[in-house]
């Protein structure tokens, strides 16, 4: 990739695409975020990539790792330390978030650029640790395109597992401290990721992403339904 595409994106810019590949887009995000966030109670592993400042992705993820003894892990991804918003990623600076089980947290080392190499990591942990299923915890604006590149991360290390969305609890206009935006502005420039990434290499295709959700439902009805 040579260079970021923008977070702010103004919708001409999607003036000229094709209405298939908006349609995919709007196919991936319905069919990603409508997956049984319940189904997060029944996973081995809590993941959360940090980054943007948004320190309500760690808060939710640690309420939801302390209520839930069954979890096994919980998987910190570190971000890119050119934020302006970055603080180095510590145990102390999660247990002042309310963490107090330590006992299977695992963070990202130090800090990396880019969504892929977080979730390059998170695959190299669900492979050491043996890790049955995740789920993903991470603020909705954000959410699919970072399924969408854990999927690619697996299938490029010929992992297949289990994985749920558990969007944070934050409401979509509240400003994210790197941008001082509102979620809903960023919509766009996700939009405009998932449209150009699939053709990079750095996100699963549409065309994977239903072979992989055929695969999960057919295979992992009970650990999505509970029943």
Known sequence: MSRPLPRLVPAEAFADVPADRLLAVLEAVTMVLTLPQRAAERVDALVVPTGQGEDWRLTDAIRAWETGPALRHLLVANTDSAERTYRPLTLDRLRGLGLRRTDGVVLQAGPVTGTGRQAAWVVEQASAL???????????????????????????AGLR???VPLPVAVAPDTPVPETGVAGYDLVAGEVSRLLRYPGQGWIATPERLRDYLRWLWSEHRPLLTGA
């Open 130 to 156: 043996d890790i049955g299923s995740v789920a993903l915890v991470v603020s909705p604006y954000h959410l699919v395109r970072v399924y969408l590149t854990v999927l690619r991360a697996c299938d490029d």
């Open 161 to 163: 597992i289990p994985m």
